[in-house]
């Protein structure tokens, strides 16, 4: 079993939808959850950092951590064809070693 | 924002030579950085973790020997990729920690290499 585990899809979405992105996890010592998103050949961008379960919100994106289901999400409002990316989920015990997801391939269709 | 630069961005080397690529930090001081290679539509994947003045340790089935990684700065991390093959070629990216008070992980842009 995958330490970290998300769907690849690929995800399309048309323009305005919520998009809803999940993964889970294996690992309970998992402290940090991270997501990331990642235009076709650039680097990955870090979106939200949380800490702690419960919600964190910052503009259109919301992440969400539960730790007791091992679970993790980033919900998207209002998607925008600019949000077409791949997004990875990434977390640590540590903030030092990071496992990513194998990244969800996002389409927002105008 | 906290910035992490790589360089260069793409790279074409002939089969057998020597390529490096760089990692800076540009406004915080990475104690630790990490070197990660991605393969097409597939996650990254960590090959070694690079911490300054130190040996860098790497992952298992990752060889020192031909990913010679040096973190010779607060800044700045080297790899280098020796005697590369055409089955080297791949998307390189490094990350670096911010133990500031933003306690985070960023990501360089990626440098693309192309071994002919």
Redesign the interface.
């Known amino acids: 079993q995958k330490e970290v585990e998300q769907d690849?899809g690929p995800l399309s979405v048309p323009e305005g939808a919520i998009v809803s992105l999940n993964c889970t996890y294996s690992n309970s010592a998992f402290q940090y959850f991270?997501w990331?998103r990642q235009y076709s050949?650039?680097?990955?961008?870090?979106l939200m950092?949380t800490y702690s379960s419960g919600n964190k919100e910052d503009g259109r994106f919301t992440a969400q951590v539960d730790k007791s289901s091992k679970y993790i999400s980033l919900f998207i409002r209002d998607s925008q064809p600019s949000d077409s990316a791949t997004y990875?989920c990434a977390m640590s015990w540590n903030?030092?070693?990071?496992r990513?997801?194998?990244?969800t391939?996002l389409t927002v269709k105008p | 924002g906290a910035v992490v630069s790589q360089h260069p961005s793409w790279v074409i080397c002939k089969s057998g030579t020597s390529v490096k690529i760089e990692c800076r930090s540009l406004d915080f001081q990475a104690t630790t950085m990490f070197w990660y290679r991605q393969f097409p539509k597939q996650s990254l994947m960590l090959m070694a973790t690079s911490n300054e003045g130190s040996k860098a340790t790497y992952e298992q089935g990752v060889e020192k020997d031909k990913f010679l990684i040096n973190h010779a700065s607060l800044t700045l991390s080297t790899l280098t990729v020796t005697s590369a093959h055409p089955e080297d070629s791949s998307f390189y990216i490094c990350s670096a920690a911010d133990r500031g008070p933003g306690n985070t992980i960023y990501f360089g842009e990626g440098s693309w290499l192309t071994v002919v």
Do not use: H, I, S, T
Request: no cysteine; proline share 10%.
């Open positions: 690849p991270m990331y050949r650039k680097g990955p961008e870090l950092y990875l903030n030092n070693d990071m990513f997801g194998a990244g391939r």
